[in-house]
Protein backbone atom coordinates (compact mmCIF):
# COMPACT_ATOMS: atom_id res chain seq x y z
CA UNK A 1 0.00 0.00 0.00
CA UNK A 2 1.78 3.24 -1.00
CA UNK A 3 2.40 6.14 1.37
CA UNK A 4 -0.40 8.27 -0.02
CA UNK A 5 -2.88 5.97 0.26
CA UNK A 6 -2.10 5.49 4.09
CA UNK A 7 -2.25 8.87 4.68
CA UNK A 8 -5.82 9.43 3.38
CA UNK A 9 -6.97 6.11 5.19
CA UNK A 10 -5.25 8.34 8.69
CA UNK A 11 -7.12 11.55 7.74
CA UNK A 12 -10.28 9.56 7.61
CA UNK A 13 -10.01 7.11 10.61
CA UNK A 14 -11.65 8.28 13.92
CA UNK A 15 -8.03 6.97 15.85
CA UNK A 16 -6.06 9.04 14.14
CA UNK A 17 -8.40 12.12 14.95
CA UNK A 18 -6.61 15.16 16.51
CA UNK A 19 -9.96 15.79 18.19
CA UNK A 20 -10.86 12.61 19.62
CA UNK A 21 -10.99 12.66 24.06
CA UNK A 22 -8.12 10.91 25.73
CA UNK A 23 -7.85 7.38 25.96
CA UNK A 24 -5.16 5.60 27.19
CA UNK A 25 -3.16 8.18 25.63
CA UNK A 26 -3.72 11.79 25.85
CA UNK A 27 -4.41 14.42 22.37
CA UNK A 28 -0.60 15.00 23.49
CA UNK A 29 0.74 11.74 23.41
CA UNK A 30 -1.15 10.55 19.83
CA UNK A 31 0.76 14.17 18.50
CA UNK A 32 3.93 13.01 19.21
CA UNK A 33 3.44 9.40 18.27
CA UNK A 34 2.61 10.61 14.81
CA UNK A 35 4.94 13.01 14.82
CA UNK A 36 2.98 15.90 14.59
CA UNK A 37 4.64 17.43 17.00
CA UNK A 38 8.27 17.34 17.05
CA UNK A 39 9.82 20.07 19.17
CA UNK A 40 11.30 17.39 22.04
CA UNK A 41 14.39 17.74 23.47
CA UNK A 42 15.67 14.04 24.13
CA UNK A 43 15.02 14.44 27.63
CA UNK A 44 11.10 15.27 27.08
CA UNK A 45 11.18 12.64 24.81
CA UNK A 46 12.47 9.96 27.35
CA UNK A 47 10.01 11.21 29.41
CA UNK A 48 6.82 11.25 27.53
CA UNK A 49 7.95 7.86 26.17
CA UNK A 50 8.05 6.75 30.12
CA UNK A 51 4.94 8.12 31.07
CA UNK A 52 3.21 6.56 28.10
CA UNK A 53 4.72 2.91 29.31
CA UNK A 54 3.35 3.41 33.20
CA UNK A 55 0.01 3.93 31.77
CA UNK A 56 -0.43 1.51 29.15
CA UNK A 57 0.66 -1.15 32.30
CA UNK A 58 -1.75 0.79 34.67
CA UNK A 59 -4.47 0.42 31.37
CA UNK A 60 -3.90 -3.61 31.63
CA UNK A 61 -4.02 -4.24 35.12
CA UNK A 62 -7.06 -1.78 34.78
CA UNK A 63 -9.22 -4.47 32.74
CA UNK A 64 -9.21 -7.28 35.82
CA UNK A 65 -11.29 -4.34 37.53
CA UNK A 66 -13.50 -4.02 34.12
CA UNK A 67 -14.04 -7.37 33.82
CA UNK A 68 -14.78 -7.92 37.32
CA UNK A 69 -17.13 -4.74 37.84
CA UNK A 70 -18.21 -3.12 34.86
CA UNK A 71 -21.75 -3.29 34.40
CA UNK A 72 -22.85 -5.61 31.32
CA UNK A 73 -24.74 -2.65 29.63
CA UNK A 74 -22.02 -0.22 29.85
CA UNK A 75 -19.37 -3.27 28.10
CA UNK A 76 -22.55 -3.75 25.42
CA UNK A 77 -22.49 0.32 25.29
CA UNK A 78 -18.63 0.07 24.57
CA UNK A 79 -19.07 -2.67 21.94
CA UNK A 80 -21.72 -1.49 19.91
CA UNK A 81 -20.53 2.15 18.28
CA UNK A 82 -22.56 4.00 15.62
CA UNK A 83 -22.69 2.75 12.00
CA UNK A 84 -20.49 5.59 10.99
CA UNK A 85 -17.35 4.76 13.76
CA UNK A 86 -17.96 0.51 13.79
CA UNK A 87 -15.08 0.46 10.94
CA UNK A 88 -12.57 2.36 12.96
CA UNK A 89 -13.88 0.18 16.44
CA UNK A 90 -13.04 -3.00 14.48
CA UNK A 91 -9.51 -2.13 13.15
CA UNK A 92 -8.69 -0.55 16.93
CA UNK A 93 -9.61 -4.08 18.21
CA UNK A 94 -7.57 -5.74 15.74
CA UNK A 95 -4.84 -3.63 16.16
CA UNK A 96 -5.22 -4.30 19.96
CA UNK A 97 -4.85 -8.06 19.45
CA UNK A 98 -1.70 -7.72 17.48
CA UNK A 99 -0.36 -5.59 19.56
CA UNK A 100 -0.48 -8.19 22.60
CA UNK A 101 0.36 -10.93 20.70
CA UNK A 102 3.60 -8.66 19.58
CA UNK A 103 4.23 -7.27 23.17
CA UNK A 104 3.73 -11.06 24.94
CA UNK A 105 6.54 -12.67 22.48
CA UNK A 106 9.03 -14.04 24.56
CA UNK A 107 6.71 -13.31 28.01
CA UNK A 108 6.91 -16.42 30.49
CA UNK A 109 2.92 -17.31 29.43
CA UNK A 110 2.65 -17.52 26.21
CA UNK A 111 -0.31 -15.84 23.99
CA UNK A 112 -2.14 -18.44 23.18
CA UNK A 113 -2.00 -20.02 26.74
CA UNK A 114 -3.43 -16.28 27.65
CA UNK A 115 -5.98 -16.26 25.35
CA UNK A 116 -7.49 -19.54 25.78
CA UNK A 117 -7.70 -18.91 29.24
CA UNK A 118 -9.19 -15.66 28.98
CA UNK A 119 -12.15 -16.96 26.67
CA UNK A 120 -12.75 -19.73 29.36
CA UNK A 121 -13.08 -17.14 31.72
CA UNK A 122 -15.76 -15.04 29.90
CA UNK A 123 -17.35 -18.35 28.82
CA UNK A 124 -17.99 -18.97 32.45
CA UNK A 125 -19.05 -15.86 33.02
CA UNK A 126 -21.59 -15.99 30.76
CA UNK A 127 -22.93 -19.43 32.00
CA UNK A 128 -21.95 -18.29 35.53
CA UNK A 129 -20.70 -21.03 36.72
CA UNK A 130 -17.07 -22.71 37.03
CA UNK A 131 -18.10 -26.20 35.38
CA UNK A 132 -18.45 -24.01 31.84
CA UNK A 133 -14.85 -25.23 30.23
CA UNK A 134 -14.09 -24.81 26.70
CA UNK A 135 -11.20 -25.57 24.70
CA UNK A 136 -9.61 -22.92 22.31
CA UNK A 137 -7.33 -23.85 19.68
CA UNK A 138 -4.86 -21.25 18.89
CA UNK A 139 -1.97 -21.88 16.01
CA UNK A 140 0.25 -19.55 14.08
CA UNK A 141 0.69 -21.38 11.04
CA UNK A 142 2.88 -19.56 7.91
CA UNK A 143 1.15 -19.95 4.74
CA UNK A 144 3.27 -21.29 2.00
CA UNK A 145 3.33 -22.08 -1.45
CA UNK A 146 0.19 -23.23 -3.06
CA UNK A 147 -0.03 -25.47 -6.32
CA UNK A 148 -2.07 -22.59 -8.76
CA UNK A 149 -2.51 -25.33 -11.25
CA UNK A 150 -4.45 -27.56 -8.49
CA UNK A 151 -6.56 -24.52 -7.27
CA UNK A 152 -7.69 -23.52 -10.67
CA UNK A 153 -8.42 -27.22 -10.89
CA UNK A 154 -11.16 -26.90 -8.30
CA UNK A 155 -12.53 -23.77 -9.24
CA UNK A 156 -12.77 -25.00 -13.02
CA UNK A 157 -14.14 -28.63 -11.99
CA UNK A 158 -16.63 -26.69 -8.72
CA UNK A 159 -14.62 -28.42 -6.15
CA UNK A 160 -15.14 -25.61 -3.95
CA UNK A 161 -15.48 -28.05 -0.68
CA UNK A 162 -11.64 -29.16 -1.42
CA UNK A 163 -9.86 -25.59 -1.52
CA UNK A 164 -8.26 -25.02 1.75
CA UNK A 165 -8.17 -21.68 3.62
CA UNK A 166 -5.06 -21.46 3.03
CA UNK A 167 -4.96 -21.78 -0.62
CA UNK A 168 -7.88 -19.62 -0.51
CA UNK A 169 -6.16 -16.99 1.21
CA UNK A 170 -3.19 -17.06 -0.70
CA UNK A 171 -5.02 -17.46 -3.96
CA UNK A 172 -7.15 -14.46 -3.42
CA UNK A 173 -3.65 -12.36 -2.61
CA UNK A 174 -2.42 -13.40 -6.34
CA UNK A 175 -5.37 -12.36 -7.75
CA UNK A 176 -5.66 -8.74 -6.25
CA UNK A 177 -2.30 -8.45 -7.15
CA UNK A 178 -2.41 -9.52 -10.92
CA UNK A 179 -1.34 -6.67 -13.46
CA UNK A 180 -4.98 -7.07 -14.70
CA UNK A 181 -7.36 -7.31 -11.81
CA UNK A 182 -9.67 -4.36 -11.32
CA UNK A 183 -11.71 -4.06 -8.19
CA UNK A 184 -13.62 -1.54 -9.14
CA UNK A 185 -14.49 -3.21 -12.81
CA UNK A 186 -15.77 -6.90 -10.98
CA UNK A 187 -17.71 -5.18 -7.92
CA UNK A 188 -21.29 -4.71 -9.60
CA UNK A 189 -21.30 -8.35 -11.25
CA UNK A 190 -19.82 -9.57 -7.56
CA UNK A 191 -23.03 -7.90 -6.29
CA UNK A 192 -25.36 -9.45 -8.66
CA UNK A 193 -23.51 -12.93 -8.10
CA UNK A 194 -24.03 -12.88 -4.39
CA UNK A 195 -27.45 -11.97 -4.54
CA UNK A 196 -27.99 -14.74 -6.50
CA UNK A 197 -26.18 -16.70 -4.39
CA UNK A 198 -27.85 -15.53 -1.59
CA UNK A 199 -31.16 -16.79 -2.81
CA UNK A 200 -29.63 -20.04 -3.73
CA UNK A 201 -28.65 -20.57 -0.12
CA UNK A 202 -32.07 -19.78 1.22
CA UNK A 203 -33.78 -22.02 -0.86
CA UNK A 204 -31.72 -24.83 0.07
CA UNK A 205 -32.07 -23.67 3.47
CA UNK A 206 -35.51 -23.91 3.23
CA UNK A 207 -35.81 -27.03 1.00
CA UNK A 208 -33.31 -28.52 4.45
CA UNK A 209 -36.02 -27.26 6.85
CA UNK A 210 -39.20 -28.54 4.58
CA UNK A 211 -37.39 -32.33 4.78
CA UNK A 212 -36.61 -32.70 8.19
CA UNK A 213 -40.00 -31.52 8.58
CA UNK A 214 -41.44 -34.36 6.87
CA UNK A 215 -38.87 -37.01 8.17
CA UNK A 216 -40.06 -35.87 11.60
CA UNK A 217 -43.64 -36.26 11.25
Do not use: C, W
Not at 69 to 87: G, H, I, K, M, Y
Not at 125 to 154: C, H, W
Amino acid sequence: MSNDTNSTEREDSLAYSSERDRGILTPSDREFLLGRKTDYTEHSKKQKRNRIRHRLRNAILDFTILFESLEDRDRETVFNPDDDARDAYTQGITDMLAFLHLGTMGYYTPFKDMLGQGVNKAEQELAGSDYRMVTVDFNVDPVGQIDVDEVIDKLAFGDFEEITDEELRVFVRLLAEADDFSATAIRSEMKEQMTELIEQVNAAVEHRDKRVQELSD
